[in-house]
């Protein structure tokens, strides 16, 4: 669904969410801190020197997140090209 790499992968989260949904980021409930720790989550990023990939639900989609602070959001029940849904993907 969208992709992109922002200064702050947690802004790229907010806002790919927010125009995937047509909403205003600041609508989103629950709030993107409310799911996960943002502080830590970009020292994790800014500390990666190897490759790295965390990926967690938010809002019905899957947010995926690598260790170029690249954003990739896709829906929750879509099923990666191994063939495993997300849910059952133990590679993260």
């Known amino acids: ?6 200064s702050k992968p947690s802004h ?4 790919q969410i927010a125009e995937i949904e047509d909403i ?7 709030p993107l801190h409310a799911v996960v720790d943002l ?8 500390s990666s020197k190897a490759a790295l990939s965390i990926s ?3 809002r019905g989609h899957r947010v995926r997140i690598d260790g170029s602070g690249a954003v990739e959001i ?6 990666d090209p191994s063939g495993e ?4 993907s133990h590679g993260d």
């Open 56 to 58: 967690f639900p938010y």
């Open 39 to 46: 502080d830590a989550l970009e020292r994790l990023i800014d």
């Open 74 to 79: 896709t829906a929750a029940n879509h099923t």
């Open 85 to 88: 849904s997300p849910e059952e």
């Open 1 to 6: 669904m969208g992709t992109g790499v922002s």
């Open 12 to 15: 790229s989260i907010v806002t």
């Open 24 to 30: 205003d980021p600041t609508d989103l409930e629950p």
